[in-house]
Protein backbone atom coordinates (compact mmCIF):
# COMPACT_ATOMS: atom_id res chain seq x y z
CA UNK A 1 0.00 0.00 0.00
CA UNK A 2 2.66 2.59 0.93
CA UNK A 3 4.83 2.23 -2.19
CA UNK A 4 2.02 2.52 -4.46
CA UNK A 5 0.67 6.09 -3.20
CA UNK A 6 4.30 7.44 -2.96
CA UNK A 7 4.39 6.22 -6.90
CA UNK A 8 0.62 7.55 -7.66
CA UNK A 9 2.31 11.36 -5.40
CA UNK A 10 -0.26 10.97 -3.15
CA UNK A 11 2.75 10.93 -0.49
CA UNK A 12 6.04 12.13 -0.84
CA UNK A 13 7.40 9.05 1.30
CA UNK A 14 6.66 5.76 2.65
CA UNK A 15 6.82 6.89 5.72
CA UNK A 16 3.93 9.55 5.55
CA UNK A 17 1.67 6.65 3.49
CA UNK A 18 1.99 4.28 6.16
CA UNK A 19 0.95 6.62 8.80
CA UNK A 20 -1.86 7.58 7.02
CA UNK A 21 -2.57 4.08 6.49
CA UNK A 22 -2.33 3.66 10.57
CA UNK A 23 -4.67 5.90 10.91
CA UNK A 24 -7.50 5.64 8.35
CA UNK A 25 -7.40 1.82 10.24
CA UNK A 26 -7.56 2.77 13.95
CA UNK A 27 -10.77 5.11 12.78
CA UNK A 28 -11.97 2.12 10.58
CA UNK A 29 -11.51 0.20 13.95
CA UNK A 30 -13.14 2.29 16.04
CA UNK A 31 -16.34 2.63 13.94
CA UNK A 32 -16.30 -1.34 13.51
CA UNK A 33 -16.52 -1.29 18.01
CA UNK A 34 -19.15 1.16 18.24
CA UNK A 35 -21.17 -0.20 15.15
CA UNK A 36 -20.33 -4.02 14.57
CA UNK A 37 -23.62 -4.31 12.88
CA UNK A 38 -22.81 -1.53 9.98
CA UNK A 39 -19.14 -3.10 9.54
CA UNK A 40 -17.76 -6.26 7.33
CA UNK A 41 -14.37 -6.89 7.58
CA UNK A 42 -12.60 -8.03 4.26
CA UNK A 43 -9.23 -8.80 3.56
CA UNK A 44 -7.71 -7.23 0.10
CA UNK A 45 -6.09 -10.89 -0.21
CA UNK A 46 -9.47 -12.72 0.71
CA UNK A 47 -11.24 -10.21 -2.16
CA UNK A 48 -9.18 -10.42 -4.94
CA UNK A 49 -8.93 -14.80 -4.28
CA UNK A 50 -12.37 -15.18 -3.88
CA UNK A 51 -13.67 -12.12 -5.82
CA UNK A 52 -17.05 -13.76 -6.79
CA UNK A 53 -17.95 -15.42 -3.71
CA UNK A 54 -17.23 -12.14 -1.19
CA UNK A 55 -18.09 -9.83 -3.86
CA UNK A 56 -22.04 -11.41 -3.32
CA UNK A 57 -21.37 -11.26 0.07
CA UNK A 58 -20.97 -7.53 0.35
CA UNK A 59 -24.04 -7.00 -1.99
CA UNK A 60 -25.86 -9.19 0.52
CA UNK A 61 -24.41 -7.42 3.74
CA UNK A 62 -25.43 -3.98 1.91
CA UNK A 63 -28.50 -5.25 0.84
CA UNK A 64 -27.98 -3.51 -2.33
CA UNK A 65 -31.05 -5.28 -4.99
CA UNK A 66 -28.85 -6.40 -7.71
CA UNK A 67 -30.93 -6.48 -11.28
CA UNK A 68 -30.65 -9.64 -13.12
CA UNK A 69 -28.05 -9.38 -15.84
CA UNK A 70 -26.17 -6.63 -14.35
CA UNK A 71 -22.71 -7.28 -14.99
CA UNK A 72 -19.21 -5.29 -13.44
CA UNK A 73 -18.37 -2.94 -15.93
CA UNK A 74 -22.34 -1.53 -15.78
CA UNK A 75 -21.50 -1.25 -12.12
CA UNK A 76 -17.63 0.16 -12.62
CA UNK A 77 -19.23 3.51 -14.70
CA UNK A 78 -21.63 4.24 -11.42
CA UNK A 79 -18.20 4.40 -9.25
CA UNK A 80 -17.52 8.32 -10.32
CA UNK A 81 -14.02 9.24 -9.28
CA UNK A 82 -12.71 5.65 -10.70
CA UNK A 83 -11.85 7.00 -14.19
CA UNK A 84 -10.55 10.21 -13.05
CA UNK A 85 -8.31 9.20 -10.57
CA UNK A 86 -5.07 7.31 -11.91
CA UNK A 87 -4.02 5.42 -8.84
CA UNK A 88 -7.76 3.69 -9.10
CA UNK A 89 -7.41 2.70 -12.72
CA UNK A 90 -6.94 -0.94 -11.84
CA UNK A 91 -10.62 -1.06 -10.66
CA UNK A 92 -11.62 -1.34 -13.98
CA UNK A 93 -9.19 -4.05 -14.66
CA UNK A 94 -10.32 -8.14 -14.42
CA UNK A 95 -9.44 -9.11 -10.71
CA UNK A 96 -6.43 -11.03 -10.40
CA UNK A 97 -3.64 -12.34 -7.46
CA UNK A 98 -0.77 -11.02 -8.73
CA UNK A 99 -0.62 -7.66 -6.92
CA UNK A 100 -1.05 -9.64 -3.30
CA UNK A 101 2.09 -8.91 -1.29
CA UNK A 102 3.75 -6.72 -3.87
CA UNK A 103 3.88 -3.16 -1.58
CA UNK A 104 5.81 -5.49 0.28
CA UNK A 105 8.15 -6.67 -2.28
CA UNK A 106 9.12 -2.61 -3.71
CA UNK A 107 10.25 -2.44 -0.15
CA UNK A 108 13.81 -1.84 0.34
CA UNK A 109 15.33 -2.90 4.18
CA UNK A 110 15.68 0.36 5.10
CA UNK A 111 12.07 1.20 4.21
CA UNK A 112 10.64 -1.63 6.31
CA UNK A 113 13.26 -0.78 9.08
CA UNK A 114 11.41 2.60 9.66
CA UNK A 115 8.20 1.26 8.58
CA UNK A 116 8.33 -0.88 11.86
CA UNK A 117 7.51 1.08 14.20
CA UNK A 118 4.85 2.71 12.35
CA UNK A 119 3.00 -0.10 11.35
CA UNK A 120 3.41 -3.41 13.23
CA UNK A 121 0.87 -3.02 15.83
CA UNK A 122 -1.19 -2.50 13.46
CA UNK A 123 -0.29 -4.87 10.85
CA UNK A 124 -0.46 -7.29 13.68
CA UNK A 125 -4.32 -6.05 14.85
CA UNK A 126 -5.69 -6.56 11.70
CA UNK A 127 -4.51 -10.32 11.14
CA UNK A 128 -1.06 -9.50 9.11
CA UNK A 129 2.82 -10.02 9.13
CA UNK A 130 5.37 -7.20 10.59
CA UNK A 131 7.05 -5.25 8.31
CA UNK A 132 10.21 -7.01 9.29
CA UNK A 133 9.50 -11.01 8.88
Not at 19 to 33: E, M, T
Request: with cysteine; glycine share 6%.
Amino acid sequence: MAPSYVQAGLYPNVEGAAKRWVVSNRLALKFWKRNPDKVMVVKYEEMVQKHEEISERVIRFLDIPVRSGTNESELIKKMGDVHSIEHLNRVALPVDTNSIGKGRQQLSDHERKSLAPIMDKMLLQMGYDRCLK
